[in-house]
Nanobody, 124 residues
């Protein structure tokens, strides 16, 4: 069982930045692929970013490429999402997720564990 706890969400003006963190339980964090998803009101959950077990490979949704950066610190069992140049359309609940069977994963069904989510609101 893996527990994921997100933090760092909040209210920010358009053009601003936020950094989300996700702390994971367990002693095998370095063997898990990690990802971030988001869900806006009235919309389906969508993929945002993923990082491989070692951190050497990353993948981003087209809508955030060049603005968001995913990273991980395996010594701290934590994955991060640095979000720059935020837009109102980035407003959503952001979820951290853990995939135990893949080196890197971009599809929601590939993920086994999910955090409770953190709200990000970008005002115009």
């Amino acid at each position: 069982q893996v527990q994921l706890v997100e933090s760092g969400g909040g209210l920010v003006q358009a053009g601003g930045s936020l950094r989300l963190s996700c702390a994971a339980s367990g002693r095998t964090f370095s063997s898990y692929a990690m990802g971030w998803f988001r869900q806006a009101p009235g919309k389906e959950r969508e993929f945002v970013a993923a990082i491989s077990t070692s951190g050497g490979n990353t993948h981003y949704a087209d809508s955030v490429t060049g603005r968001f950066t995913i990273s991980r610190d395996n010594a701290k069992n934590t994955v991060y999402l640095q979000m720059n140049s935020l837009k109102p359309e980035d407003t959503a609940v952001y979820y951290c997720a853990c995939a135990t069977e893949y080196n890197i994963a971009t599809l929601s069904y590939e993920y086994d564990y999910w955090g409770q989510g953190t709200q990000v609101t970008v005002s115009s």
